[in-house]
C-alpha cells in the first residue's frame, strides 16, 4: 500500500491533512466527497481515508486505462502463485481496538467501523479471504456481517456446527490489487492466487501464529470467530447510502495485534465512491460474459448513480431484433442484485451520461421498449425491494430499430 500512497502524493492526488481530528464522525466528515485523504493525526495514529477514490486509480493500480478494464478483468484466471515468507512485524502487542483509530461514520452507527479490513478465514485446510464491515464492541472483540452463503459464511456455519472456534486474521492496509482480488467472487481459497494473476508476480503471504496467512500489511489482527457468541450488528450506513437492518451476528475475539512502524490505518467510507467500486466492478466482467453469449457485446458499465451496483449500462452491437431484451435477462441473471439496465447501441458513449438520456430520449418507445420483471431477487440493500428481498426489475432498449436506420443516426 505505501507505494500506492507514494504515487498519489507524487501525482499530486493525495491530501494531507495534518491537523488533530478525530475518528469518531469528524474524520469521515472531512473525507466525504474528496478523493484520497492522509489524516496525520487521527486519533493518534495516521489513516487514509478513498485510497481508491475512482475508478481511474483503480485502473492505473491494475495498470491499465479505464476502457481497458472490463478486458483485463476478463483475460486474467485465478492461476497466480503464492508463497509464505517469514517476516519481523516492528510491532507485537496484545490487541486494543481503542489505540486504533477505528471511524465511526454517521451519528446513529451501532458503532466504529472496520470497513478495510482483509478478513482471512482458515477451517481445516481451507482458506477464505474477503472484506466484510466489523463493528467494535469493546477493546478485543467485534462483531462482523456475514453475509450468506458467501464463503465465510459457510465456513462459520461449519464451524459452528462442529462447535469449534474458527481461526481468522484481520489484514489492513493490504495493496489496493490485493484488496480488490478479495472483493471478487472466485472459487473458495483462490484470492490471493488471483492477486497474484492481476500483479503478474508470485504474491507474498506471512503466516499468522494461529496459521492463518495473510499478505503483507499495514496492521494484523489476530483471533477468531467464537462458534456461540454473537451479538447486535448495526444500524450502519451501506452501499445505497441508507440504513442497513440490524442483526445478530458472530463475535470475533482478538487475541494479538501485529503491525509495521507508525502504520497507516485504512478506512473505506460507507456508500461512498471507494467502497461502490470495490463492491461493483468485479460484476462488470460477469455481465460481459454473460451478454456476450446472447450477441455482440462492446462494453459494460455499472454506473455511479447506482452506486455501481444496482444500474448497468450495456453497449451492443445489435445484430437482430430482440438482442437487447436477450441481453436484459442475461444481466439480471449474471448479477442478481442489477434492478435497472439500458441497452444502448455502439454509437453511445457508455461514459456519457447525457449520451445514454439521448438513446433513451430518441429510441425508446414506452409500450415496446420497456420490460419489466416483477417478483424476482433482488438486492438486500436496495431500501425499495420488500422483506424478503424480491423487487421489480426494468430494463430500457434504447438501441434503434434496425429498419429505418437513418432516422435514428446521431449527426454531429
Not at 8 to 21: F, H, N, P, R, W
Not at 116 to 131: C, W
Not at 215 to 230: H, K, M, W
Request: glycine share 6%.
Amino acid at each position: 500500500m505505501r507505494s500506492f500512497v507514494q504515487y498519489l502524493m507524487d501525482s499530486g492526488q493525495l491530501e494531507v491533512i495534518t491537523k488533530a481530528v478525530s475518528p469518531i464522525l469528524e474524520a469521515p466528515r472531512l473525507a466525504r466527497g474528496r478523493g484520497p485523504v492522509l489524516f496525520e493525526r487521527v486519533g493518534g495514529c495516521r489513516a487514509i481515508v478513498n485510497l481508491i477514490g475512482s475508478r481511474a486509480l483503480l485502473a492505473h493500480a491494475l495498470r491499465v486505462n479505464e476502457l481497458g478494464l472490463i478486458s483485463r478483468l476478463l483475460s486474467t484466471v485465478p492461476e497466480g502463485k503464492t508463497t509464505v515468507q517469514d517476516f519481523a512485524w516492528d510491532v507485537d502487542r496484545t490487541p486494543d481496538l481503542s489505540k486504533l483509530p477505528v471511524m465511526k461514520f454517521f451519528e446513529r452507527d451501532g458503532g466504529p467501523y472496520i470497513t478495510a479490513g482483509v478478513l482471512v478465514v482458515k477451517y481445516g485446510q481451507r482458506v477464505n479471504a474477503s472484506v466484510h464491515r466489523m463493528m467494535v464492541l469493546d477493546d478485543t472483540s467485534l462483531a462482523v456481517r456475514l453475509v450468506p452463503p458467501r464463503h465465510a459464511y459457510l465456513m462459520y456455519k461449519a464451524s459452528v456446527k462442529k462447535a469449534e472456534p474458527l481461526s481468522v486474521a484481520i489484514a489492513i492496509g493490504v495493496d489496493p490489487i490485493t484488496l480488490f482480488a478479495t472483493t471478487t467472487r472466485v472459487p473458495c481459497g483462490l484470492e490471493f492466487n488471483y492477486a497474484a494473476a492481476l500483479k503478474g508476480e508470485v504474491q507474498p503471504l506471512i503466516e499468522c501464529e494461529n496459521g492463518v496467512p495473510v499478505p503483507p500489511s499495514e496492521i494484523v489482527l489476530e483471533g477468531q470467530i467464537s462458534p456461540t457468541r454473537t451479538a447486535k450488528e448495526g444500524p450502519f450506513v451501506d452501499l445505497t447510502g441508507t440504513y442497513d437492518l440490524v442483526r445478530q451476528e458472530p463475535v470475533i475475539e482478538l487475541t494479538r495485534l501485529v503491525s509495521v512502524k507508525d502504520p497507516i490505518y485504512h478506512s473505506i467510507l460507507p456508500a461512498g465512491v471507494e467502497h461502490s467500486l470495490l463492491m461493483g466492478i468485479p460484476y462488470e466482467p460477469r455481465i460481459y460474459k454473460a451478454c456476450q453469449d446472447v450477441t455482440k457485446v462492446k462494453n459494460v458499465i455499472l454506473t455511479a448513480g447506482g452506486r455501481h451496483y444496482l444500474h448497468a449500462i450495456i453497449q451492443i452491437e445489435k445484430q437482430t431484433e430482440g438482442d437487447a431484451r436477450n441481453v436484459m435477462m442475461a444481466a439480471f441473471a449474471s448479477h442478481t442484485s442489477l434492478k435497472h439496465v439500458v441497452v444502448v447501441d455502439e454509437d453511445i458513449d457508455i461514459y456519457d451520461m447525457a449520451d445514454v438520456e439521448f438513446a433513451i430520449a430518441s429510441r425508446v418507445r414506452g409500450d415496446t421498449d420497456i420490460m419489466i420483471v416483477p417478483n424476482v431477487r433482488g438486492s438486500s440493500l436496495d431500501p425499495r425491494a420488500q422483506s424478503d428481498g424480491t423487487t421489480t426489475k426494468v430494463g430500457i432498449d434504447a438501441t434503434a430499430p434496425l429498419s429505418d436506420r437513418w432516422k435514428f443516426e446521431k449527426v454531429t
